[in-house]
């Protein structure tokens, strides 16, 4: 049945509306089938454990998988697992009612995090670090009794550049966040599809979707102010330099270890003049370099 509209003005709204979400839904599944290519992140009879958090991005992660499974050349398995760590007022029959209404095969691992975290931790002090390690270890557990392959987590390019200047600035490392890893057990493959994800198509997928979203401030952690402070500095970019963070994002997956300073990475100290010339080598001055400092730049106007 088409909508009925009261005025012209209204119908041509609604036609508008329609063509943004039909384009947003393309980008969001070929960024997502871009990096699960790109990193052959899901192979031919894979069981991927999907983690849901109640979080508007494991919700647009598992929607995307499901509709990628139905039009992927290969077959795999999609799991939900939700592991609730017995937070205060964590509302227990969201995830498994929506789950059940997608018909996806799910999980609900039970396992008292939350007061273990508190009684660990003295009042005041960050409690992220234990909880993530208790989280990490009982996902590995579980992935392993439900014979999954895989382990899909939702952070999305955001996230990822968040961690790279998090890392920058407070632990001197040139470091996101993978997109593809064997966990620190090796026993597991964690995969990132929404690493070519920016969170605000998140944001708005949510939305036209209305996932029933768990609130993440159950546990009463404060937010990680240097990471808000992060993420509203990207933000700001993307508003006032359109391009920037997306040319950001593209960096992280074209280095060039020659013009960094890692000597793990690059043997400067066995660099030798081979007397050949090659047209693809490394240059002392790239076109882009300035031949002057910005103080004697001449502006014209
Ligand atoms: S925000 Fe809360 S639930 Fe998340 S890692 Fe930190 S303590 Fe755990």
């Known amino acids: 049945m088409s909508a009925v509209f009261d005025t012209p003005d209204e119908a041509k709204k609604a036609e508008k509306a329609a063509y943004e979400i039909n384009k947003l839904s393309k980008r969001l599944h070929r960024l997502a089938g871009q990096a699960i290519t790109d990193f052959n992140m899901i192979e031919e009879g894979d069981k991927v454990m999907v983690c849901m958090s109640g979080g508007k991005d494991s919700y647009?992660?598992?929607?995307?998988?499901?509709?990628?499974?139905?039009r992927?050349?290969?077959?795999?398995?999609?799991?939900?697992v939700n592991l609730d760590q017995k937070q205060p007022g964590f509302p227990e029959h969201v995830l498994p009612e929506y789950l059940t209404s997608r018909g996806v095969p799910f999980h609900i691992e039970n396992q008292d995090t939350y007061s273990i975290v508190k009684r660990v931790i003295p009042e005041g002090k960050t409690t992220c670090g234990l909880c993530s390690r208790l989280r990490r270890g009982i996902l590995y557990r579980v992935a392993g009794e439900l014979g999954c392959t895989k382990i899909a987590l939702g952070h999305h390019r955001d996230d990822i550049l968040q961690t790279l200047f998090m890392n920058?600035?407070?632990?001197?490392?040139?470091?996101?966040?993978?997109?593809?890893?064997?966990?620190?057990?090796?026993?597991?493959?964690?995969?990132?599809?929404?690493?070519y994800v920016p969170e605000a198509d998140l944001e708005r997928w949510a939305e036209h979707r209305q996932f029933p979203i768990i609130p993440c401030t159950l546990?009463?952690?404060q937010d990680n102010l240097q990471r808000?402070?992060?993420?509203?500095?990207?933000?700001?970019?993307?508003?006032?330099?359109p391009g920037r963070v997306d040319n950001l994002f593209s960096a992280l997956g074209n280095i060039v270890p020659s013009h960094l300073m890692d000597r793990n990475l690059f043997p400067f100290a066995s660099l030798k003049a081979t007397g050949v010339p090659d047209p693809?080598?490394?240059?002392?001055?790239?076109?882009?370099d300035d031949c002057a400092p910005p103080s004697v730049i001449t502006i014209q106007r």
């Not at 647009?60 to 139905?70: C, E, G, P, S, V």
């Not at 992927?72 to 939900?80: D, H, K, N, S």
């Not at 808000?228 to 330099?241: A, G, H, N, T």
């Open 72 to 80: 992927a050349p290969i077959r795999f398995e999609l799991v939900a």
């Open 60 to 70: 647009a992660m598992l929607d995307i998988l499901l509709n990628l499974q139905q």
């Open 219 to 221: 546990c009463g952690s």
């Open 280 to 288: 693809q080598g490394d240059r002392a001055f790239d076109e882009d």
């Open 228 to 241: 808000v402070q992060i993420s509203q500095m990207l933000r700001d970019w993307d508003k006032r330099f």
């Open 168 to 195: 920058m600035f407070f632990g001197s490392k040139l470091k996101g966040m993978p997109a593809k890893l064997v966990s620190d057990d090796g026993r597991n493959v964690v995969i990132r599809p929404l690493a």
